[in-house]
């Protein structure tokens, strides 16, 4: 199974900064947008930014001008920049290759981003 792996969360304090890995399949990875979601305890997962194959991004309101999302075509890696952390950013983050808002591989592990306030 084609799945990303996720890495680099942990526990901060609130205002804090962490910075997310998620290295995926090159066949996968190269032709598609890359999104980075989250889900909190007992919510839905939720789509927080996108960066498409030419470096365009796109985020939801409630992270932008605190989050950037970069990727490496390289290395196959999508990074996620997290700065001024609060708790409500609190939850489990996936990365994933997106269509439109769809995410279209199987979902990894996660890592788990826990602020404190």
């Known amino acids: 199974q084609v799945q990303p792996v996720e890495s680099g969360g942990g526990w901060v304090q609130a205002g804090g900064s962490l910075r997310l890995s998620c290295a995926a399949s090159?066949?996968?990875?190269?032709?598609?947008?890359m999104g980075w979601y989250r889900q909190a305890p007992g919510k839905q997962r939720e789509l927080v930014a996108t960066?498409?194959?030419?470096?365009?991004?796109n985020y939801a309101d409630s992270v932008k001008g605190r989050f950037t999302i970069s990727r490496d075509n390289a290395k196959n890696t999508v990074f996620l920049q997290m700065n001024s952390l609060k708790p409500e950013d609190t939850a489990v983050y996936y990365c994933?290759?997106?269509?439109?808002?769809?995410?279209?591989?199987?979902w990894g592990q996660g890592t788990q981003v826990t602020v404190s306030s």
């Open positions: 960066i498409g194959t030419a470096g365009n991004t």
């Open positions: 090159g066949i996968i990875f190269s032709p598609n947008a």
């Open positions: 994933n290759a997106v269509v439109g808002i769809r995410a279209i591989m199987n």
